[in-house]
Each structure stands twice: as structure tokens, then as C-alpha cells.
């Protein structure tokens, strides 16, 4: 497996001569100029922004959300409580992409709708750059809402306030109203109608910050972070204890002993990590009443601020689909990835031959993650982690050259070309690495690439570059076909 390619020949990173040479192939090829410089800023930034959507139930989040992403996907129903769990979207206004995060789900019954307003707007507020706060302009602000605004003021963050279901002049004035939130001027909109989004969208846009330009090989914002995750009960907190050396959380026999992630800055081999223990997610989170439902909604939150994902299985079981999805919500949120099997030293040697073969089976998709076989009971090969963490981290911070990316794509496309489909052949004419922190390729090709080719590639790049420890993102564009000239 090759280390890790270093190169400041990219623009952002790309030299002068080698941009000039790489855009001459570009207008060669027929792509428009802009078009390229778009694809490859649009996969290289660094993470979209977030704008969460929060208010109280039945004032039409969903239906709002399904009006800024253009199409109905968050589910609508005229009665409160639809929306369970937190469900993120990318949306696009005026050329710019950020991330759309619908909430909901408020346990009304078992914490009181105070404290459960509370829980769900304090991770919405928490995760995201700005927040739309939606109030139903026909009910008024009420206790609720009032509730809402404490929230919101105490965070911080931009707001943009959304007067919704104002459908025509006459609910101008109870738009108007909203004004006593203090929140600053509410933005009559009817989000069943599409009326007043794009004035209110306008706003959001104000309110975002622009995507932050994509880093390479460096740690940001201190210490390198490290989410320990997996279901309840696999050993997170008790992990966290044996890499401390002390007791630093509470374990317990019960499942389900850590509801908030807990941040713990430790020294390892010379470094100091900030590992973060989170609450076990459950099977069905959005089954889960109260505390529970919450802890899983602060846990994806911490997913998503950490850089490595370090995610416990407990051996003692055979994989489950519920650990295939955390996995899946770690590769999703674009963090490197490190396996550890846990309570290993408890299996004989038949439980290792029916574990390995589960791993197979199961967990192919991942076989690029680093392994480790621990106990952190014991303590038995904890010294494995920290380098196969870093193992992850060093695959994460990748990049290819682009001379020696076209190289390697040439030669792939010549050994194994893309399958005829309908008496065409499209081919990958040529390719760069928009960005790192995952590893994130635009390919440019004369026709659409189906799924199993792109598996294909991706394989590829992993054979010949390495990557380990990291999901790979790659896009495509497609030359658009010109008219003939007359």
C-alpha cells in the first residue's frame, strides 16, 4: 500500500502550468471551461453549511424543507409529530449548496414539551451554521415558540424567522405580529404555496457562511477528534477509561449508561487526541422515548464534528443490521473510519472462525477501514488503536497528483473499458482530486458511468493509491452533447 502522496501541484494547488495544461485537455475534450472549474470547485470545498429548520410541531417544517430542496421528500401529514428523526438534505438557492437539516420528533408525553422542545432545538442549533426558525403566523407566538427563542438567543447563531402559512395579503399583518419575538423581521412565506420562499431563502443565504476552502494534511482547531461509537453496551466508556488510564466516565452493566457525548483530551504515544464518547444508537431511534431519542440525535451531531470514527462491535454477537448503519452514518458523514472488535479475548477459536466470516460477509463494503482487536477491559492490544487511527487519518489527508491520476485513468480505460450500453461506449476522458478529507474525484466523461463501473474505479484507486481508512467520493460529469453546426 503506497503512503501518502504529497503534492502542492494542485490549483488551489494546482501550479500555473500544470492548470493551463489541464484546462487545454478540458476545451480539447469539448468541456466548456466554466463548466469545469464549477465541477471541480462544487466536489473540492470543504463541508456545506448547515441550516437547521426548527419550530414547534404541525407549523410546517417538512413542507418547508421539501419547498427549499425542490421536491417532496421529508414526509407531510397535517397532524403534529410526523418527523421523528433528524433528517439532513442538500439543497441549492442563487448557485450556492448548503445542507438542510428538518427536525422533529418531540417526546411531548415523556418529558414534558418544555424539556423535549428544548432537547430537539438544542442539537438542531448546536450542529448548524443558521437556523430558520418556523412559527405558524395564524396561531401566533405562543409559549412555545417563546421557549424556542430563549434557545436561539442563548446559542447565538443567525436566525432567519419564518412567518409561515401566510397565503395571501390578509395574513400579512399576523406575519407582522412575529415582530415581538425580537427576533428581527419575520418573512411572510407560504411554504405549501411556495409564496415568499425565495425572499426568505435570500435571507438564509445572508445569514450561511460560504463553504470554507478545502485544508490538506493539517489538523484544524486543535487536538485531531475522535468519535467512539457503536450500539449500547459494546464498550465505548470503558475504552475511553483504558486509553485514559483512569476513570474518566461511568460504565456500567446497563446499556445505555452515556446519554451526551463526553469530550476527553488524552495523551497517547507523545499526542494529545480528543476522543469523544458518545451514547449507544439503538435500533429504531426513532422509536426511542426521551433521553434516549436525544442522546442518538447528540451522537450523529458528534459524528459529524469528529475527524476519525473509531466504531466498537462487540464480538460476543454476531453483526447486526444495526451496526451496519452506524457504520453507514460515519461513512456518510465523510469521516475516516477505524474498526474495533471488542471483548475480543472472550471468543475461542470457533467464535474467531464464525466472527471472521461474519466480517466477510457483512462488512465487505468497509474492508478499507483499519482493524483492531481489542479489549478494553483488559487492556489487550490497546497500543493497536493510536496507529491504526493514525493509519485512517493519513488515508482521510490523501492526495493524487493530477498528472499521475491521468496516467493511472488512461490505463485503466484501456485495460478495462466502460461496457458497451446501447451501441455506446463512454469513456473517462480525463480526471483530478478536487479535495481531500474524504478524497473527493471529478471525473469527466464523454457519457453517464453506471454505479458498478464507478465501484470499479473506486476499487482501483484503492489498489493502486491505498486510502485506507477512508470513504472515496467520486463524481462525474458528463461532456454535453453539442449541436451540429450549420
Not at 491520476?405 to 463512454?426: C, D, I, T, Y
Request: with cysteine; glycine share 10%; proline share 5%.
Amino acid at each position: 500500500m503506497n503512503d501518502q502522496i504529497d503534492s502542492d501541484d494542485e490549483r488551489g494547488e494546482l501550479g500555473d502550468a500544470e492548470y493551463a495544461e489541464f484546462m487545454e485537455i478540458a476545451a480539447q475534450e469539448g468541456f466548456d471551461p466554466e463548466e469545469v472549474e464549477g465541477a471541480i470547485g462544487e466536489a473540492g470545498h470543504g463541508p456545506l453549511p448547515i441550516l437547521a429548520v426548527v419550530g414547534r410541531p404541525n407549523v410546517g417544517k417538512s413542507t418547508l424543507v421539501n419547498r427549499i430542496i425542490g421536491r417532496r421528500e421529508a414526509v407531510v401529514e397535517d397532524k403534529p409529530g410526523v418527523t421523528r428523526d433528524r433528517v439532513t438534505y442538500e439543497a441549492e438557492w442563487a448557485g450556492r449548496r448548503f445542507k438542510v437539516v428538518d427536525t422533529g420528533g418531540w417526546e411531548q408525553d415523556v418529558l414534558g414539551i418544555d424539556a423535549s422542545v428544548a432537547a430537539q432545538a438544542e442539537y438542531a442549533i448546536d450542529a448548524a451554521d443558521a437556523v430558520v426558525f418556523v412559527v405558524d403566523s395564524t396561531v401566533g407566538a405562543t409559549d412555545t415558540d417563546e421557549a424556542v427563542v430563549r434557545l436561539l438567543r442563548k446559542a447565538g447563531k443567525p436566525v432567519v424567522l419564518c412567518a409561515n402559512k401566510v397565503d395571501g395579503q390578509s395574513g400579512e399583518a399576523d406575519a407582522t405580529a412575529l415582530w415581538s419575538l425580537g427576533l428581527g423581521e419575520p418573512h411572510p412565506v407560504s411554504s405549501l404555496h411556495g409564496r415568499g420562499t425565495g425572499d426568505m431563502l435570500d435571507a438564509v443565504l445572508e445569514a450561511l457562511p460560504d463553504a470554507p476552502e478545502q485544508t490538506f494534511g493539517t489538523a484544524v482547531g486543535g487536538p485531531r477528534r475522535i468519535a467512539l461509537i457503536g450500539r449500547p453496551n459494546v464498550g465505548k466508556s470503558s475504552l475511553l477509561n483504558r486509553v485514559a488510564n483512569e476513570d474518566r466516565v461511568v460504565v456500567d452493566e446497563v446499556a445505555g449508561t452515556t446519554r451526551d457525548p463526553v469530550d476527553e483530551l488524552i495523551e497517547l504515544g507523545g499526542t494529545v487526541w480528543k476522543f469523544i464518547d458518545t451514547a449507544g444508537i439503538r435500533r429504531k431511534v426513532h422509536l426511542q422515548a426521551g433521553a434516549d431519542y436525544y442522546a442518538s440525535l447528540r451522537t450523529a451531531a458528534a459524528v459529524e464534528k469528529a475527524e476519525v470514527a473509531v466504531v466498537l462491535i462487540d464480538t460476543t454477537e454476531s453483526i447486526s443490521v444495526q451496526d451496519q448503519r452506524i457504520i453507514t452514518m460515519a461513512v456518510e458523514a465523510g469521516r475516516a473510519i477505524v474498526i474495533a472488535y471488542n471483548k475480543w479475548d472472550t471468543l475461542d477459536e470457533d467464535g474467531r472462525y464464525y466472527l471472521e466470516r461474519d466480517i466477510e460477509t457483512e462488512l465487505a463494503q468497509i474492508a478499507w477501514a483499519p482493524r483492531v482487536n481489542v479489549s478494553a477491559l483488559t487492556g489487550r492490544h490497546m497500543e493497536r488503536l493510536v496507529p491504526a487511527i493514525e493509519t485512517a487519518l493519513s488515508g482521510w489527508e490523501t492526495r493524487v497528483p493530477t498528472g499521475r491520476l491521468n496516467a493511472f485513468l488512461g490505463e485503466l480505460v484501456a485495460g478495462h473499458p466502460h461496457p458497451v450500453r446501447g451501441g455506446k461506449q463512454p469513456r473517462i476522458l480525463f480526471g483530478t482530486q478536487a479535495g481531500a478529507k474524504p478524497p473527493r474525484f471529478v471525473l469527466f466523461a464523454s457519457g453517464f458511468i453506471e454505479a458498478g463501473y464507478r465501484r470499479f474505479i473506486e476499487r482501483r484507486l484503492r489498489e493502486e493509491f491505498g486510502f485506507p481508512g477512508t470513504p472515496i467520493h467520486i463524481s462525474v460529469r458528463v461532456r454535453e452533447k453539442r449541436g451540429r453546426k450549420k
